[in-house]
Structures are given as structure tokens and as C-alpha cells.
């Protein structure tokens, strides 16, 4: 995820980085603008006066338009905020899990390092689940977080058994670890549950639609300048689709998507200075 400063207005209007959508939409403006150039030579040259300006039309289907992209990027980032709950949540139950299990076991119980790697271990195995890189490591269970939930509940239950845990400290603590599988269920769904085939690719053709029909309403009154018009709408209307695209799925590696990583590396630290606390 980029990090920025929002009220360095300068510095981000000229500021270009590899997510930009200005360079990914480059070739596409580029044949927009040939395009919106040769529409303006045929009613200069070839066909003079001929196009007639109906931009009444060409507005409401702006308006059309608009409404439909407006809809399209408010759903994709609910998308994107409702995977940052899913993170947070993660990181306030590991740390809740971590503080119970700190104040349950003695200070040098055996178990609190591998208690601690198992809860880090999750949140790092839920990454490349979410990003389908797959974990072979922990035998014939090829789901790393449900591999990593099955390791935690099987440790708890045998400190129970032995008697350093009671049952109503294994009450306690499985609610945490039931809420370990709901966050990677929530994960899953937004994951494996995009925006409707039909809707996006309306979308797409709604905008080439309505670009492809600009020259024809603006050459009679802007002439050559309709190709710099038409190039710049179809870079609004095209970067906010492709920002959608993007921020719909916010756990892969692309600048605009969560940043997991820090995210596990915080869990990582905040657990083991619970659990690890005065172990060399």
C-alpha cells in the first residue's frame, strides 16, 4: 500500500508511480486520440459542416454514466474497507488471544514459544492463502490457516488436558480461536466473490460507447481540439474503472491494496512481547 501525505497537493498531482493509471491507459489514449483527430479532419476536410452538435443526448448519458461509475467505486471500496476490518480484527484477536494465554500459563511454560509462532504464524499463512500461494509444509491439510487453527486448537486442548490449562480458560480462549476462522471465511468471500461478470463488462462498453461518440458531438464546435477533449474524458472515466478493479480485491500485492504485510509484522511483534516477555 502507497503512503503519502494527503495535503501535499503539489507533490501528488506530479507525483507518478507503477500503479499509475496514466501509464496503463497510455496506448488506449493514444488510438482515442487518433481516433477523435480523424473524425475532426473528415468534418474539416472531407465532410465540412456535416456533423451537427446534439450534446443534450451526449449529457444525459454523462449523467447515465456518472451514476453507474459513482455506484462502481463505492462498491469496490466497501470491498477494500470491509477487508481492513476483517485485518484489524485479526490483529485485536491475536493480541486478545496472546494476553490470555500470558495470563493462564506460568511465565516460563514451555509452551508460550510455540504458542507465539502458531498465532504469528496464522496471520502470515492467511497472506498467501488470500493470494493463492499455496502452503504444502503442514501436511495433507493444503489450507494453511485452517493447518495453522488446527495446530492452536490441538496445543490448547492437550495444555488442558495436562492440567496447566482449566476448562474455563479453554472457554475463554476458543472464542478466539473461533473468531481466527470467521476472519478467514470473511476474507475468503470478498476474495472469491467479485463484482458480477455482466455489470463490469457493461460498464466497459457503456465508456467506449460513450467516448466513441464525442468526436461527433464536439468537432463541429472544437475542431482538432476534440482529440485532446476525448482523450482526457476517456482517462477520468477509464482511471475510475481501473481503480474499482483494483481496490475490489484488496488482498493481493498492488500499490492500492492492503498492506498485510505491516499488518503481520505488527501482530508478530505485539504477540511475542506479550507471550515472550523476559525470555532471551
Same mark, same amino acid.
Do not use: A, D, E, P
Given at each position: 500500500m502507497?503512503?503519502?501525505?494527503p495535503k501535499s497537493w503539489w507533490g501528488l498531482i506530479f507525483k507518478f508511480h507503477k500503479s499509475d493509471t496514466f501509464r496503463r491507459l497510455l496506448p488506449n489514449m493514444v488510438t482515442i486520440a487518433l481516433y477523435s483527430a480523424a473524425v475532426a479532419y473528415l468534418n474539416v476536410n472531407v465532410f465540412p459542416g456535416y456533423f451537427q452538435t446534439t450534446s443534450i443526448v451526449h449529457s444525459l448519458l454523462g449523467f447515465v454514466i456518472s451514476l453507474l461509475l459513482v455506484f462502481r467505486t463505492n462498491t469496490a471500496y466497501e470491498r477494500w474497507w470491509e477487508g481492513r476490518r476483517f485485518w484489524g480484527q485479526l490483529v485485536n484477536t491475536s493480541r486478545n488471544l496472546a494476553l490470555k494465554l500470558n495470563a493462564y500459563l506460568p511465565e516460563r511454560h514451555p509452551s508460550r514459544p510455540a504458542l507465539s509462532g502458531s498465532i504469528t504464524a496464522f496471520a502470515w499463512t492467511l497472506i498467501d492463502h488470500l493470494r493463492d500461494n499455496p502452503w504444502s509444509v503442514y501436511g495433507p491439510i493444503t489450507h494453511g490457516p485452517n493447518a495453522i487453527s488446527v495446530i492452536l486448537f490441538n496445543h490448547i486442548e492437550?495444555? =488442558? =488436558?495436562?492440567g496447566d490449562l482449566t476448562r474455563e480458560h479453554f472457554r475463554n480462549l476458543n472464542n478466539d480461536l473461533t473468531a481466527l476462522a470467521d476472519i478467514c471465511g470473511g476474507c475468503e468471500r470478498i476474495k472469491k466473490t467479485p463484482i458480477p461478470y455482466s455489470y463490469n463488462l457493461f460498464i466497459k462498453k457503456f465508456i467506449f460507447a460513450y467516448i466513441v461518440a464525442m468526436p461527433f458531438l464536439f468537432v463541429p464546435e472544437f475542431g482538432y481540439w476534440t482529440a485532446l477533449f476525448s482523450?482526457?474524458?476517456?482517462?477520468?472515466?477509464?482511471s475510475l474503472e481501473i481503480l474499482a478493479e483494483e481496490v475490489e480485491n484488496p488482498f493481493g500485492s498492488d500499490a492500492n491494496d492492503l498492506p498485510m504485510e505491516d499488518i503481520a509484522e505488527t501482530i508478530e511483534r505485539n504477540v511475542r512481547e506479550i507471550l515472550l516477555q523476559g525470555q532471551n
Open positions: 502507497i503512503t503519502y501525505n492437550q495444555l =488442558r =488436558r495436562m482523450t482526457f474524458m476517456f482517462y477520468v472515466l477509464g
